[in-house]
């Protein structure tokens, strides 16, 4: 069984699509709180349909408390789209814990540059390439700064992220392409 670990999401119905598709796969999903909804929300379910009630769910305090309960050798594959390393590069194992980042900011630069060898993106255009309207998006001086991912990329395990201020996938999109390419590699047992 594959582990679909959500931190801080802020869209219930991403959340809601995505827990459906875990109960179509048999696979298992991880809240990291806070949550930027209720779990009553309406949307939530709405998105979830008549599948959420089936679903294996497990709400967690933090991002602490959540490596409390899975332990440290947990094998974990950390969804960014600041990553080199591409998501079909990795080797998924039954167990695997597929961890992605709120809609808004991704997954925190510290956690990413503290584990830069389990960072994966799905790949697609920088801005530049995709956004014809890049610029209108927000001026170009409003750069983040990235020190603590940068500051770790001796590897060069991470892409320019000023790159891919803008781009980005739907967070129930990325989930299942990645979760699908888990199940691919793992023979889609039982399905």
């Given at each position: 069984?594959?582990?679909?670990v959500?931190?801080?999401?802020?869209?219930?119905a991403?959340?809601?699509?995505?827990?459906?598709?875990?109960?179509?796969?048999?696979?298992?999903?991880?809240?990291?709180?806070?949550?930027?909804?209720?779990?009553?929300?309406?949307?939530l379910?709405?998105a979830?349909?008549g599948?959420?009630?089936?679903?294996?769910?497990?709400?967690?305090e933090?991002?602490?408390?959540?490596?409390?309960?899975?332990?440290?050798d947990?094998?974990?594959?950390?969804?960014?789209?600041?990553?080199?390393?591409?998501?079909?590069?990795?080797r998924?194992?039954?167990?695997?814990?597929?961890?992605?980042?709120?809609?808004?900011?991704?997954?925190?630069e510290?956690?990413?540059?503290?584990h830069a060898d389990?960072c994966?993106?799905?790949?697609?255009?920088?801005?530049a390439?995709s956004?014809?309207?890049?610029?209108s998006?927000g001026?170009s001086?409003?750069?983040?700064?990235?020190?603590?991912?940068l500051?770790?990329?001796?590897?060069?395990?991470?892409?320019?992220?000023?790159?891919?201020r803008?781009?980005?996938l739907?967070?129930s999109?990325?989930?299942?392409?990645?979760?699908?390419?888990?199940l691919?590699?793992?023979?889609?047992?039982?399905?």
């Amino acid at each position: 069984m594959f582990n679909v670990v959500l931190v801080t999401p802020e869209i219930p119905a991403n959340t809601g699509n995505i827990g459906r598709t875990c109960v179509v796969t048999g696979s298992r999903l991880h809240l990291v709180c806070p949550l930027g909804f209720s779990l009553d929300e309406r949307s939530l379910h709405r998105a979830g349909l008549g599948y959420w009630e089936s679903l294996d769910v497990t709400v967690h305090e933090s991002w602490d408390a959540f490596l409390d309960v899975v332990g440290p050798d947990a094998h974990l594959h950390l969804l960014t789209k600041k990553a080199r390393r591409t998501y079909v590069e990795a080797r998924y194992h039954d167990g695997d814990y597929l961890v992605f980042g709120c809609e808004s900011t991704g997954l925190p630069e510290g956690l990413l540059a503290a584990h830069a060898d389990r960072c994966e993106r799905i790949p697609m255009l920088p801005d530049a390439a995709s956004l014809e309207n890049a610029q209108s998006w927000g001026a170009s001086d409003e750069r983040c700064d990235h020190a603590a991912l940068l500051a770790q990329d001796v590897c060069g395990n991470f892409v320019n992220p000023e790159d891919y201020r803008i781009s980005a996938l739907n967070l129930s999109n990325a989930a299942a392409i990645v979760l699908y390419e888990a199940l691919r590699q793992t023979g889609f047992q039982g399905m």
